[in-house]
Nanobody, 130 residues
Framework: QVKLVESGGGSVQAGGSLTLACTTS????????LAWFRQAPGKERQALAS???????TYLDSVKGRFTISKDNIKSTLYLQMDNLEPEDTATYYC????????????????????????WGQGIQVTVSS
């Protein structure tokens, strides 16, 4: 059973930066599509960025240039570096993993849903004040 645990959330002022981390354990194949989602109160869960086994990345247009997804395979950790944060970035952030694509991410990121990923972290709050 794959387990994901997020860390690094908190409160920051607009224009500031935060780095989220997601440690993974229990992986057998090591071949996953990894992604970050967020969900603001009253809104749908939204995919932000993904990284596949080969390190290929994809971003939602609204975070491109501000957010950077990366991973450390030795530490089994996924990261999301968030710069120039805006109050609209306030949400609960989730990391997710799926092995259905044997390490590759498929589909159109803006349309990804909760059901597209097998494993989820518990979520971590990010609050950006103006």
């Amino acid at each position: 059973q794959v387990k994901l645990v997020e860390s690094g959330g908190g409160s920051v002022q607009a224009g500031g930066s935060l780095t989220l981390a997601c440690t993974t354990s229990g992986s057998t194949s090591g071949k996953y599509c990894l992604a970050w989602f967020r969900q603001a109160p009253g809104k749908e869960r939204q995919a932000l960025a993904s990284i596949d086994t080969d390190g290929g990345t994809t971003y939602l247009d609204s975070v491109k240039g501000r957010f950077t997804i990366s991973k450390d395979n030795i530490k089994s950790t996924l990261y999301l570096q968030m710069d120039n944060l805006e109050p609209e970035d306030t949400a609960t952030y989730y990391c997710a993993a799926d092995d259905g694509g044997i390490g590759y991410c498929f589909g159109y990121l803006p349309l990804w849903e909760y059901s597209d990923f097998k494993y989820w972290g518990q979520g971590i709050q990010v609050t950006v004040s103006s």
